[in-house]
């Protein structure tokens, strides 16, 4: 199990990598059922193979989403925070039968106004079985502090 680390404990430019899952055709379709996009291109076979695409790809949103799970599972953990946004780009679609992890990191840091909660800025990479950046981006995430009974060093440098 890897430890969950506080706001105090982490250092700008510290890596994290997470486990790879293989995307299916019924992860895909389980997708447009809970958004109720069944846009063809994502759930029709035939019409995707005619398509420019040669074949099902994912919803954008499926890849952001899935990317922002597969950190909760990565090398590096956080407590439980609080999202406060995303800006995110589709590079390149995902098929059926991609296999994908994230690459993501510490890019900055800073406290808040109330001495419980730190923001980062998460870079991340989603990436294929190619080595293909498939989408990317940056999260920002509000995170816990240590508790006021624990030591900290002081403000985030």
């Known amino acids: ?9 982490l250092k700008i430019g510290e890596k994290g990598t997470t486990p790879e899952v293989t995307v299916s055709k019924e992860m ?10 069944h846009t063809p291109i994502h759930v ?14 994912t919803h954008g949103l499926f890849g952001q989403s899935l990317a922002d799970g ?10 439980p925070g609080s999202s406060l946004g995303w800006t995110w780009d589709f590079r390149q679609p995902i098929y059926a039968g991609d296999t994908l992890h994230v690459d993501y990191k510490i890019g900055a840091m800073r406290t808040t106004k109330n ?9 991340a990479k989603l990436i294929n079985q190619n080595g293909d950046i498939v989408q990317d981006g940056e999260h920002k995430l509000m995170i816990l ?10 403000p985030a440098k």
């Open 115 to 123: 001495p419980d909660w730190g923001i980062l800025t998460l870079p």
């Open 28 to 37: 895909i379709r389980a997708y447009a059922d809970l958004t109720g996009d």
């Open 44 to 57: 029709d076979e035939d019409y995707a193979k005619k398509s420019h695409f040669g074949g099902i790809v």
């Open 145 to 154: 502090r240590k508790p006021l009974t624990q030591d900290r060093e002081g």
């Open 70 to 79: 597969l950190k909760t599972r990565g090398s590096l953990q956080f407590p």
């Open 1 to 9: 199990m890897i430890p969950t680390r506080y706001f105090d404990d």
